[in-house]
């Protein structure tokens, strides 16, 4: 069984650029996760999706911060624009069910110069 | 929200040797799982465990759902087991999770 994908896996930005990273989860797995993970950190939840919807998306910067699961599938997550302090690890993970086993992906480093 | 706080934050051991690393949550959770995030920055299923015992291999987990902590043993340890441990907990039935912080565990040879 193929894990959860991410793209890019590495990204250098300038400030106020405009970048967005892919996650495809596990075949058949409704609920998606994006994490924002510091160095030093723990994972801190940005969006978590049921299918196309959206569950929870309260620690999500709304004003620079986007995602989408259109299809219920894969999905995009944005930030536009960047600022320094989004540098960061960001991790896609996907689970069978809400509340289920969470399975993450490689994760994609971002730093914004 | 939940709170979740590890403990110890950081860990040194020599290869062989035993440990135990908690997890305290501050509300009622209906699932638990520890991870390991290795060097590489993977983070790997360890347990899901939001109650009693379970054991893979040199590694087991309890979670006492009732008094807000899970624990997770190493025994034996080896350098491979080296990276950061975590606990996360849901917030709701949805499955939102909070994780800790995280134990920084250092095997030297």
């Known amino acids: 069984e193929a894990g959860v994908a991410q793209s890019p896996r590495y990204k250098i930005i300038e400030k106020r650029q405009s970048v967005a990273f892919w996650c495809n989860p596990i075949?058949?797995?409704?609920?998606l996760y994006w994490y924002q993970q510091i160095l030093g950190q723990g994972p801190k939840l940005l969006i978590q999706?049921?299918?196309?919807?959206?569950?929870?998306d309260s620690q999500l910067p709304k004003d620079r911060f986007s995602a989408e699961r259109l299809k219920g599938v894969d999905s995009t997550l944005k930030i536009q624009p960047a600022k320094l302090e989004d540098s960061a690890v960001y991790l896609c993970?996907?689970?069978?069910?809400?509340?289920?086993?969470?399975?993450f992906g490689p994760g994609t480093r971002l730093l914004v110069l | 929200g939940i709170q979740v706080e590890q403990s110890p934050p950081d860990l040194i051991l020599q290869e062989g040797a035993n440990s135990t690393l908690r997890c305290n949550f501050s509300?009622?959770?209906?699932?638990l799982q520890w991870f390991h995030q290795n060097p590489w920055g993977q983070l790997i299923n360890l347990f899901y465990?939001?109650?009693g015992t379970k054991q893979n291999g040199r590694l087991s987990a309890t979670t006492v759902a009732t008094e807000r902590y899970s624990l997770l043993y190493i025994s034996s340890s080896q350098t491979t087991d080296s990276g950061v441990y975590f606990c996360?907990?849901?917030?709701?039935?949805?499955?939102?999770?909070?994780f800790g912080d995280g134990t920084t565990l250092t095997v030297k040879p």
């Open positions: 996360a907990v849901p917030n709701t039935n949805a499955g939102k999770s909070t």
């Open positions: 999706f049921q299918n196309n919807g959206v569950v929870d």
């Open positions: 075949s058949g797995h409704a609920t």
């Open positions: 465990i939001p109650s």
């Open positions: 509300d009622s959770v209906n699932n």
């Open positions: 993970a996907s689970s069978s069910l809400g509340g289920g086993t969470q399975y």
